[in-house]
Antibody, heavy 118, light 112 residues
Framework: QVQLVESGGGLVKPGGSLRLSCAAS????????MTWIRQAPGKGLEWISY????????YYADSVRGRFTVSRDNAKTSLYLQINSLRADDTAVYYC???????????WGQGTLVTVSS | QSVLTQPPSVSGAPGQRVTISCTGS?????????VHWYQQLPGTVPKRLIY???NRPSGVPDRFSGSKSGTSASLVITGLQAEDEGDYYC????????????FGGGTKLTVL
């Protein structure tokens, strides 16, 4: 079965950095578009980044462009999100997800919590 | 403010039918991008209910249906059940430079 397992979250000071990872299994990872989505406490869903199977196409939300970098390693079936210059409003649960298109898409991991506080 | 507009809340009694709207524009839903719908029950991870405007993944009850017309989409839930209470989000794509994947602000469904 499809599994997405995020890791790397934690408590970090403003201005700090983290690298989030998402280990994928149960599907042909190299065939799928992947996304990172976050949800601040008590708030709605906010899309952050999108990466194509070959990494040739990458998009970012305005709110994170220039501070966040998405990457993937198809050999390791893993997705990554390097997050720099963290701010208090980056505090959220970060989810990796298979893009919602198609019958085999739309799966989400359990999320990893990033808390930015001094 | 979300690019896709959803009502903040809807409600209905058990057994009733409710509709959640999702209004976009010519750069997203109206540009023929697909709409997907997600359900987030309290304390859980979002789950995809509808993909490609009107397709249900296996395991999703046929009480849930989706449609799209022009710059808007709708999620209809029939035979409302207490366990349907939660938040519902529409998602699409946008051709503008500021975002590619876009979500609605979410709709809180209350089962009376």
């Amino acid at each position: 079965q499809v599994q997405l397992v995020e890791s790397g979250g934690g408590l970090v000071k403003p201005g700090g950095s983290l690298r989030l990872s998402c280990a994928a299994s149960g599907f042909r990872f190299s065939d799928y578009y992947m996304t990172w989505i976050r949800q601040a406490p008590g708030k709605g869903l906010e899309w952050i980044s999108y990466i194509s199977p070959s990494s040739s196409t990458i998009y970012y939300a305005d709110s994170v462009r220039g501070r966040f970098t998405v990457s993937r390693d198809n050999a390791k079936t893993s997705l990554y999100l390097q997050i720099n210059s963290l701010r208090a409003d980056d505090t959220a649960v970060y989810y990796c997800a298979i893009d919602g298109s198609g019958p085999n898409g739309g799966y989400w991991g359990q999320g990893t919590l990033v808390t930015v506080s001094s | 403010q979300s690019v896709l507009t959803q009502p903040p809340s809807v409600s209905g009694a058990p057994g009733q039918r409710v509709t959640i709207s999702c209004t976009g524009s010519s750069s997203n839903i109206g540009a023929h991008y697909d709409v997907h719908w997600y359900q987030q029950l309290p304390g859980t991870v979002p789950k995809r209910l509808i993909y490609g405007n009107n397709n249900r993944p296996s395991g999703v009850p046929d009480r849930f249906s989706g449609s799209k017309s022009g710059t808007s989409a709708s999620l209809v839930i029939t035979g409302l059940q207490a366990e349907d209470e939660g938040d519902y989000y529409c998602q699409s794509y946008d051709s503008s430079l500021s975002a590619y994947v876009i979500f609605g602000g979410g709709t809180k469904l209350t089962v009376l």
